[in-house]
């Protein structure tokens, strides 16, 4: 099938650590994009992923695109209290008139 | 600002009765979602549609329905609402291409008693 799957469903860390959410598909990606949704919030675009094995940053996160593009990761440096959140990866539409597809999320809680 | 918007934030109804979740954007995108969300059971998609008049079944379309009379506006019906529909439900847009990223609005909790 079209599933994407996102490991782990739940982390709770002390603030300071690290985290990583894991995304796969069974299927080749032509790209992958990832969301945060705050306690409370809607989801809210972080970033695109496009070409395989790309790497991108946004200050302490860092996304990767795997090299045959079925997988990606989310990795959280030095966890803050304002990282809390779920955190989905997203498979694109194919094209206009198909769906997008989420992952079922990872929630992570912060130990202060 | 690039705009989703959601009627109600909040809504109460009972058993039976018809409930219209409206969502208006204001980025003239083609693409409109309806989702809903519940706690360990991540994003669901109900209905989309990639343009006017035009609509496309998702996951779970049982118990709904939608209307898409105009490109800026997607309605989400249940047609006799239940219980099991108590819920928080996410309208989302996105442009025509197949990259594009999805806007969502503040989302609607619908209790159904």
């Known amino acids: 099938g079209q599933q994407v799957m996102q490991i782990p469903q739940y982390q709770h860390v002390q603030e300071g650590e690290d985290f990583t959410t894991y995304c796969n598909s069974s299927?080749?990606?032509?790209?992958i994009q990832w969301y945060k949704q705050r306690p409370g919030g809607h989801p809210v675009f972080l970033i695109q992923?496009?070409?395989?094995?790309e790497v991108k940053k946004q200050k302490r996160l860092t996304f990767q695109f795997g090299e045959a593009k079925k997988n990606s990761s989310l990795h959280i440096t030095a966890t803050q209290t304002t990282d809390v959140g779920t955190y989905f990866c997203?498979?694109?539409?194919?094209?206009?008139?198909?769906?997008?597809?989420f992952g079922s999320g990872t929630r992570l809680s912060i130990r202060p | 600002d690039v705009k989703v918007t959601q009627s109600s934030r909040y809504l109460v109804k009972r058993t039976g009765e018809k409930v219209f979740l409206e969502c208006v954007q204001d980025?003239?995108?083609?693409?409109m979602f309806w989702y809903r969300q519940d706690p360990g059971l991540g994003l669901r998609l109900i209905y989309f549609?990639?343009?006017?008049?035009?609509?496309e079944k998702g996951d779970i379309p049982e118990g709904y329905s939608v209307s898409r009379e105009k490109k800026e506006r997607f309605s989400l019906i249940l047609e006799s609402a239940s219980t099991n529909q108590t819920s928080m439900y996410l309208c989302?847009?996105?442009?025509?291409?197949?990259?594009?990223?999805?806007?969502f609005g503040e989302g609607s909790r619908l209790t159904v008693l």
């Open positions: 997203a498979r694109p539409p194919y094209s206009s008139a198909s769906k997008i597809i």
């Open positions: 299927t080749t990606l032509s790209n």
């Open positions: 992923l496009v070409k395989s094995g």
């Open positions: 980025m003239d995108h083609e693409n």
């Open positions: 549609s990639y343009d006017v008049k035009m609509k």
């Open positions: 989302a847009s996105c442009g025509g291409s197949n990259t594009g990223e999805l806007f």
